[in-house]
């Protein structure tokens, strides 16, 4: 079964159950929505008497690489008497010279509740390589999710990096001999993501020629106290700067090397993790910084799957509806309860 036809068949195997009678749909006040990650996006990670290589200036433009980007996105849409109902969306971006091209995935709605959870997340281990990954079976044999899967809206989560993780694993196989990025680290995360899952998939971007490129938005990452995003304080100027790697540190858990990076002048920093094809790390990051548009030092093909990740104001309201009419629920009054608050509900939303 290839990727795709397990994405599919996830979304037939998320069974309803008892959904209810009564909709509420979730208030939404801005233009565009995408609920951030439950968790931080990564383990809080000091790394103790570490190895800092000195910043590098990138090289002179000398080579061009295809890329492809990859982002998804989900949003709480309303809850019912006994659940939630979400929408995810992805997108994969792929750059070939001077032509671009879009890959979408969503929306799609998926209900879930305490009847179904466990379907679920059995459903995301299985497609990941360890069905018992997120539950756990009692001596009579009745399964339950683990203690950090068992909420509703980590279960959402859970979802969102499951579906993210499968479009990787079709981004690497959409180019050939170029860079693929993704939208965080290139570690796997104890709490989502196998670490042979993540070795698949850099096994798959290797069979096309690819490097893998993983940039974070924001890291807990430190470095004797110091927050990665500010390793490279002392310039300006576009560089990188590579860290180096312990027993117990982030390098046993992940795919690749761990940079901190500023790719325009003035711009921001990242944490980049980068799983070089044959070459090195630095020729990797040498070919991104030719190849890659930037805004304020950040890929601007990552920031278009962004964009085709998000929801808009108007596409919630019409999923929402949409919910009520495939569920056969009646759309009733959002609880609004920010009302309390005036003048300052928003803060309290």
């Known amino acids: 079964m290839t990727d795709l036809e397990e994405i599919a ?6 069974t309803l159950g008892d ?3 009564s909709f509420y749909p979730t208030l939404v006040e801005t233009e565009l929505v995408n609920e951030a990650d439950i968790e931080s996006g990564e383990e809080e990670v000091l790394l103790a008497d570490p ?15 295809d890329l492809a980007a990859i982002d998804t996105g989900t949003i709480l849409i309303g809850s019912t008497e006994r659940g939630v109902i979400i929408a995810i969306k992805g997108a994969i971006i792929a750059q070939r010279g001077d032509c671009h091209s879009l890959t979408k995935l969503g929306p799609r709605l ?16 299985v497609g990941l390589g360890n069905r018992s990954m997120f539950i756990e079976t009692d001596k009579e044999g009745v399964k339950s999710p683990k203690t950090p899967s068992a909420s509703l809206k980590r279960i959402q989560d859970r979802i969102r990096n499951y579906i993210e993780r499968k479009l990787q694993r079709l981004a690497v196989s959409q180019i050939e001999s170029g860079i693929v ?7 796997a995360m104890e709490w989502d993501t196998p670490l042979p899952f993540l070795q698949s998939t ?11 490129v993983g940039i974070c938005k924001r890291s807990d990452l430190q470095v004797d106290g110091v927050n990665v995003a500010y390793l490279l304080r002392e310039t300006q100027e576009p560089c990188f700067r590579r860290i180096e790697q312990n027993e117990q540190g982030i390098y046993s858990r992940g795919i690749g090397e761990t940079f901190a990076a500023r790719y ?15 070459v090195t790390s630095a020729e990797i990051l040498n070919r991104l910084y030719s190849s890659a548009l930037m805004t304020l030092g950040y890929p601007v093909l990552l920031k278009l799957a962004h964009i085709h990740s998000v929801f808009t104001k108007r596409e919630v309201v019409e999923l929402q509806v949409l919910a009520a009419r495939n569920y056969g629920l009646t759309l009733q009054r959002p609880q609004d ?13």
């Open 51 to 65: 190895v800092l290589a000195e910043a590098q200036q990138f090289a002179a433009p000398q080579r061009f690489v």
């Open 110 to 125: 998926i209900y879930i509740s305490k009847e179904n959870e466990v379907a679920i997340l059995e459903s995301i281990g």
């Open 19 to 21: 959904i209810g009678n």
């Open 264 to 278: 325009g002048p003035g711009g921001f920093s990242f944490r980049t993790d980068v799983c070089p094809y044959i």
């Open 337 to 349: 309860i920010s009302i309390l608050f005036a003048p300052f509900r928003r803060a309290i939303q």
């Open 202 to 212: 850099r096994d798959l971007a290797f069979e096309k020629g690819n490097s893998i």
């Open 181 to 187: 990025l993704f939208d965080g680290a290139l570690f």
């Open 9 to 14: 068949s996830f979304f037939k195997q998320a």
